[in-house]
């Protein structure tokens, strides 16, 4: 296939940052019209590769070729002005515009007198166009997730793009927007639109994907089509190394409630009831899920169990006793541990080393040192031993954490939420981010703590991931847990639907059946 037939080809580039090559004389080529995934774990040199190809930043050797043409790509605007497009995971939209006035928003024409008609008959000729339905005059805080995503692609279009990088596009969706989404993108690439589909799902890249390119370590590892592949295969190149299946899972054995929440009710960081009266348990031995669309009261669900957010009503009951609106020290000596969804803002102190991030539960306790002087070699020690444990990986024990990859900072995370003393784990997007070798490694830790009796409220958007570790999945929508399904009896349509607030049973959206 010779260079005009390709939309996008790079050649031999490399990028070099202080102390790391992110790009290795990498490769990579793209077919007109084509939907070409783009893997690799974390680091592996995915963002910063998109990075040169949309003119963030500048490659110290190689070339970039558009339609066959050498280019040198000094800002967006360049990126755009030849074609190049990037709708990124966290959307880049002005809540309090309409959908017209984000699409045209930074554009140089009109300048001076905005008359937004035509401009919303346009948009409504791109939306109908690509089946990309979404109402012009619509301000985008009104909108869903899924409909704010149409926009960003809108936008895209609206700009004359004809090569559109989409990263990880399907991290907020519920089951049925990623199909509508996937139809969209079939209908943009078969009009001739030429797509790059950054994400870890393995299932969806084998689904929506004609060619796939694998990048480790810098370096450009496999390229095929995706027809003559595997999830395996594809997951082996990403990791350097085979993945074993993993092992049958014993069905669980559930000891008492360890974790019960009757009738919560909270308020959202705006004033608005984020929860509505929501009920639901955990029992000892089990993970629970909670399944959902972003910013349906999960983080405020969270917030309350962990004494990070007040209650307005209802109840927060800890191994049978009462903790509802107790400080978040008195929650953790309950025995709740808890991985937050922002690791490094929330979880850990991104500028302090590892020592400090892993006793920062247990410093007061005798473990550290007798009274309120920390013992550093039993500190030191204590890290030595998590670190080696989990597998963190780490050029010293004193280096900061915020230097560390996703997946080592969240197995530090896992290592110091997971070794003191505790019998609940509330979980949130713990692989959120992260590539298939520390999400396999996150979910090992998981099954781990299941098998030990433990109880996990694990609250996730990734389908995939409730299904494989879940004994029971809850769907949360608007405040409220909407239905329960054990294992056994799932069926993701039924979930999917219930994501979206509809009733599977026909009869609207609204509740279901008591989550408890």
């Keep these: ?47 910063t590769l998109m990075n040169m190809l949309t003119g963030l930043i500048r490659p110290d050797s190689g070339d970039i070729l558009i339609d066959g043409k050498k280019v040198a790509l000094r800002s967006p605007a360049d990126a755009i002005s030849l074609g190049i497009g ?11 515009f309409t959908v017209a006035e984000n699409i045209t928003l930074g554009m ?19 939306s109908a166009k690509f089946g990309l339905e979404v109402n012009p005059k619509a301000r985008i805080w009104q909108l869903s997730v899924g409909e704010q995503q149409r926009v960003e692609i809108i936008k895209m279009l609206y700009r004359g793009v004809n090569v559109l990088i989409l990263d990880e596009p399907t991290a907020v ?6 199909k509508e989404l996937f139809q969209v993108m079939r209908r943009m690439a078969a009009s001739g639109k030429t797509l790059i589909f950054i994400s870890h799902k393995l299932d969806e890249v084998m689904e929506i994907s004609d060619r796939v390119t694998v990048l480790r370590a810098g370096k450009d590892v496999f390229t095929a089509e995706t027809a003559s592949t595997t999830k395996r295969e594809l997951a082996s190149k990403m990791v350097g190394r085979e993945l074993k ?13 360890v974790l019960e929440l009757e009738g919560l009710q909270a308020l959202g960081d705006r004033g608005e009831v984020a929860l509505k009266g929501l009920s639901l348990s955990v029992l000892a031995g089990e993970i629970h899920g909670i399944a959902g669309v972003a910013g349906n009261g999960q983080r405020e669900l969270a917030e309350c169990i962990t004494g990070l957010r007040k209650t307005l009503a209802g109840r927060v009951v800890i191994n ?27 979880g850990l102190a991104a500028n302090l080393p590892l020592t400090e991030n892993a006793i920062m539960k247990n410093y007061r306790e005798d473990e550290m040192g007798p009274g309120a002087v920390i013992d550093r070699k039993r500190a030191t020690q204590w890290t030595r031993d998590l670190v080696s444990r989990f597998q963190v990986k780490a050029p010293t024990l004193r280096t900061p954490v915020r230097l560390l990859s996703g997946g080592n900072s969240q197995k530090l995370l896992l290592a110091r939420e997971t070794t003191h003393d505790h019998n609940v784990v509330v979980a949130v997007h713990p692989t959120r981010g992260l590539d298939v070798g520390a999400t396999e490694a996150v979910h090992q830790v998981l099954l781990a703590q299941r098998s030990a009796g433990i109880g996990i409220l694990l609250i996730s958007e990734d389908l995939e991931e409730l299904l494989s570790l879940c004994d029971r999945i809850s769907v949360i929508f608007e405040g409220r847990i909407v239905g329960s399904v054990e294992r056994e009896n799932v069926d993701i349509d039924e979930i999917g639907m219930m994501m979206a607030g509809i009733d599977p049973a026909g009869e609207g959206a609204g509740p279901v059946e008591a989550g408890v």
């Design 1 to 47: 296939m010779g260079t005009a037939d390709y939309a996008v080809e790079i050649r031999n580039v490399t990028k070099r940052f202080p102390g790391v090559i992110a790009s290795n004389g990498v490769n990579f080529a793209v077919r007109r019209g084509e939907i070409h995934a783009l893997l690799g774990e974390n680091g592996a040199g995915k963002s």
């Design 86 to 96: 990037m709708v990124h995971q966290h959307f880049r939209l002005v809540e309090t």
């Design 108 to 126: 140089p024409t009109p300048r001076f007198r905005l008359d937004m008609d035509p401009i919303e008959q346009e948009v409504q000729e791109f």
């Design 173 to 178: 969706l519920t089951p049925m927007e990623v």
């Design 245 to 257: 299946p993993p092992p049958p899972r014993p069905r669980g054995t559930f000891g008492a409630p």
């Design 320 to 346: 049978g006793k009462d903790y509802t609106n107790r400080h978040p020290r008195a929650i953790i000596e309950a025995g709740v541990s808890h991985i937050p969804e922002d690791r490094l803002g929330m």
